[in-house]
């Protein structure tokens, strides 16, 4: 029987934050399963139709729902370098929004990494940065892994008030970290080298931190070390601190012999910032008994083995 996709996941308000539409900040971060990847490990799909495996199939129904859920800002993992203009040129037609992206392809010979694409018509770029996480003098960071960190500028005020433009900044990084479930020990030593880059790209010379809302797949769930890790609580006024928006319970983002969530959107809360990241909706991820009653995915009508996950932010 055709496996179906018969729930509608729904965006939760979270905050009464009154804030004009020009400035708030639409994400969604999605890991979409790099069509290399899947064939280097297709023995973990054997049970899935091979029609629905075709990066075609997947192309169709990955373009529709990101297309449905509109995002101002899209944050990728597993983006293959050879997708990711295909996948651009296709909403751009179907958004009609200006389009661009920053990309950081993973170290070594892999052929994908992880993309930030957004609405230059509403965010202006200021600087970029590629961080790879491999360091060969270093034991623990001796895997291909990487992350993108991009500074952007809303170009509308952020309130009916002047506003200086720095307070008109966010920052937007997304990372895919080590898969394998015994290696716990590399995540926490990949996050730890994550934090050190984002911090020093967030905070300018006078200590003050610009809001950072951090995406990606942690292959790590909320309890375990890398992620406590990067929610732990540091007393230094300059530093950045997160919280986990998608912490649900019984909630599952992709399946790993069970379901689960690996993937978050955080958010940074710091005492230096000039202004915070207020949460105004949430994408709610599927409960592991909708996700169970769907059964295996890529299917007949979701690209990838993940779910996506989405926000909507704006600067108080």
Not at 16 to 29: D, F, G, H, T
Not at 87 to 93: F, G, I, N, S
Not at 297 to 315: M, R
Request: hydrophobic share 35%.
């Amino acid at each position: 029987m055709e496996q179906r996709y018969d729930f509608n996941r729904e965006w939760k308000l979270t905050s009464n934050y009154e804030a004009n539409s020009l400035s708030k900040i639409k994400l969604l971060s999605y890991n979409i399963l790099a069509q290399d990847l899947l064939m280097e490990h297709f023995f973990l799909y054997v049970n899935i139709r091979q029609e629905w495996l075709t990066w075609r199939h997947r192309l169709r129904n990955i373009h529709r729902e990101i297309h449905k859920l509109d995002p101002d800002i899209l944050c990728l993992q597993e983006m293959q370098f050879d997708h990711l203009p295909i996948l651009v040129q296709r909403l751009k037609a179907s958004s009609g929004k200006r389009l661009e992206y920053v990309y950081k392809k993973k170290t070594g010979s892999r052929t994908d990494g992880c993309a930030i694409i957004y609405d230059s018509c509403k965010l202006q770029l200021l600087k970029e940065q590629a961080v790879e996480l491999y360091d060969p003098d270093v034991p623990l960071l001796n895997r291909e892994n990487v992350a993108i960190l991009a500074k952007f500028r809303l170009k509308q005020p952020t309130s009916t008030e002047e506003s200086t433009k720095d307070n008109n900044e966010v920052i937007v990084a997304t990372t895919h970290l080590l898969y394998n479930p015994r290696r716990a020990d590399v995540r926490c030593a990949q996050v730890s080298k994550l934090l050190t880059e984002l911090r020093c790209f967030a905070t300018d010379s006078t200590q003050n931190a610009t809001p950072v809302i951090l995406t990606g797949d942690f292959n790590s769930e909320l309890h375990t070390a890398p992620m406590q890790l990067l929610l732990s609580h540091d007393e230094d006024p300059a530093a950045i601190n997160f919280e986990a928006l998608n912490c649900g319970d019984c909630t599952a983002s992709t399946l790993q012999d069970e379901w689960i969530t690996v993937d978050y959107i955080l958010r940074s809360v710091c005492q230096q910032s000039r202004r915070k990241l207020e949460i105004l909706s949430v994408y709610q991820l599927p409960t592991i008994n909708c996700c169970a009653h769907v059964g295996m995915i890529p299917n007949h009508y979701l690209g990838s083995d993940h779910y996506a996950l989405g926000a909507v932010f704006a600067l108080a």
